[in-house]
Each structure stands twice: as C-alpha cells, then as structure tokens.
C-alpha cells in the first residue's frame, strides 16, 4: 500500500504537468487561429497583450535573472518607434523590413548606452535607466523631421504596404504580434536551457557564488542588457507600427511601458517564464474590469501588487510552485 501511495504520488506532479501542457496547446492554437474566429476589436485587443507578453518576458529576463532593476526600458521601445519610423519613411525600407533593422540599430546604440548604465548600481542603475530613457525622449523631441514634440503619423501608403485590403493587413499586424510573444518566450526558455541559462541561474541565486564558478557576471548582464533591449525595440517598432503614429510622450512613456510591464511581472511571478504569461492575462481582465474608474484604477494596481508580494513575493505563479504545481517550462538540465 505504502508502495502504491508513493507511486501515485510521484506520478501526480506529471499527470498535472501534462494537463498544463494541454491547455496551453489549446490556447496556441487558439491564438493562431484568431484571425479566424476573432473580430476586429478582439484582434486590436489580442495585439496589444501578445505585446506586453513580448515587453514582460524581456524585463523580466533582465530584473529576474541578472538583478537588473530598470525603471527606463521606454527607452528602447521608444527608440525601436522611432528608428523604424525613420528606417520606413526616409530611408525607404519596407515596412516589414524596417522592423528588425530597428531592433538591430538599437542594439547598437544599446552597447555604448549599457557601457554608460554600468556604471551605476543597484539604485543609482534603477534611476540611471530612468534618465537615459528621458534624454532619448528629448533627443527624440528635437528633429523636426520626425515632428518633433508633435510626433509624427506614418503615411497611408505605406500602412498600405503591408497588404492590399484591410483584413490583410489586420492579418498579418496580428501575426508579427503572434510571433513577436511566441518568439520572446521561446527565446527567453532556449537562453535559460543554455549555457548562458546556467550562468544567469547562477547569478539569480547568489552572485558570489556564481564568481567563484568562473561566471564573468559583468559579461552576462552586460549581454542580457544589448539582448533584452533589441526585443524591448523590435516590439516596440511594432506597436508604433500598430498605432500608426508616434510622439515622444507616447513612445517614451515610463507609465505605459514600464510601470505596468513591471506591475506585469511582480504579480506573475518574478524570474518565471510563466508569470509573465500570468500577469499579461490578469493585467488585461483588471484593465477592462476597472479602467473607468480613473486614478482609482491605477491606485487599485498599486495595491494589488503590493498585496502580492506581502502575501507572497515570488508572485502568483510562484506561490502556486511552492503548493505543488508543477513547472510548464523546464529550464533545469538533469544529470542521466
């Protein structure tokens, strides 16, 4: 009987973990086949979560497993906004191009930018990032032909670019937000099965530790910080892309892209794959639920997350991890 106890007790955690896997299959292709079954709001709906998805997973690559508290990540979705917009308009890229290309120039700018931001830590780091975010956003301000502090509209005939009828286009602006979440949670699941992921484990544990194994923690963080801030631009080439017009208040604002990727993150589960996922979801349902309400509505978000992390502040799906339930994506590599 003990025998038995034991084995089913051994096979529960698997048995849980299937089932979560099934439903999170049932939810891709649901998501996939959206085009198919959603209607114009709902797809607008769905394009604005896939990309928080995208924009959490990247914070939280960086603040859950590099230590690295930005409050300035609007930095780099404004800078993706507007290097497309500038890559799209003047130097006559097509659209679809221009987005990567964006990603790849602010990675560029990234690496002299981090140089700067290193050299700064703990808290000074959190407000250095916030600085450099609002300098972007006076630069930004400053070149005309870009409308300077009014921002800019992107032309029709090149939104039109993208397909030729408007069901097209929703089509595939719905499928380069698909791919944009799909692709940053894969990205951020490979990164941590990788040798690199050993390393970032390492240091989200015990930093010291982690030096004495040999991990060169500057060079990790320092390669997360350029990484995650070509995924923060890539999505955010996309969403001026989406929204068709761009403003330096509304590209670099720290409100819409940082403060609530963060509030995304802490009440999902910091340092999880998973809590983002959770977050995205919650964050939206509050949105639609309390978004009359005003700044009682952001007063409210303020007090839940704080009411997370008293209760528990690994997050909610950290909390569900330490009551038994099984982890969705494996990061851990066993010895055989």
Do not use: C, H
Not at 46 to 73: D, K, R
Not at 75 to 86: E, K, M, P, Q, W
Not at 134 to 160: D, H, M, N, T, W
Not at 320 to 334: D, E, N
């Amino acid at each position: 009987m003990a025998q038995l106890d034991l084995l089913s007790t051994s096979r529960g955690p698997d048995v849980t973990r299937l089932a979560l896997i099934g439903v999170g299959l049932i939810v891709f292709v649901a998501l996939a086949a959206a085009p198919f079954w959603a209607g114009r709001a709902d797809l607008r709906l769905l394009m604005e979560a896939l990309s928080f998805l995208a924009l959490a997973q990247m914070w939280n690559l960086l603040a859950g497993y590099t230590g690295l508290i930005s409050v300035g990540q609007q930095a780099y979705v404004g800078l993706g906004g507007y290097l497309f917009f500038a890559l799209a308009m003047f130097a006559g890229i097509p659209v679809l191009w221009a987005i990567p290309l964006a990603a790849i120039a602010a990675g560029i700018i990234a690496i002299p930018t981090g140089w700067i931001a290193f050299r700064l830590q703990g808290a000074y780091f959190a407000i250095g990032t916030w600085v450099i975010a609002e300098v972007f956003r006076l630069i930004a301000a400053q070149f005309p032909a870009l409308g300077g502090g009014s921002g800019i509209s992107l032309p029709v005939a090149l939104a039109r670019s993208i397909a030729e009828t408007r069901g097209g286009r929703e089509m595939v602006m719905y499928y380069i937000a698909f791919v944009l979440a799909a692709g940053a949670v894969l990205a951020v699941w490979l990164l941590l099965r990788s040798r690199w992921g050993l390393a970032l484990t390492a240091i989200r544990d015990s930093e010291p530790a982690a030096a004495s194994l040999g991990v060169n923690i500057r060079r990790v963080k320092f390669f997360v910080y350029v990484g995650t801030a070509m995924g923060t631009a890539l999505t955010g080439a996309f969403i001026f892309l989406q929204k068709l017009r761009i403003t330096p208040e509304a590209a670099f604002s720290v409100t819409e892209w940082s403060t609530f990727v963060i509030f995304i993150v802490v009440i999902g589960g910091l340092g999880t794959i998973e809590g983002p996922i959770i977050g995205v979801i919650l964050f939206f349902l509050l949105r639609d639920l309390a978004a009359d309400l005003g700044t009682w509505y952001l007063i409210g978000l303020g007090a839940l997350a704080i009411a997370v992390m008293l209760i528990d502040r690994r997050g909610i799906w950290g909390a569900f991890r330490a009551r038994g339930l099984p982890t969705l994506f494996v990061t851990q590599r066993t010895l055989k």
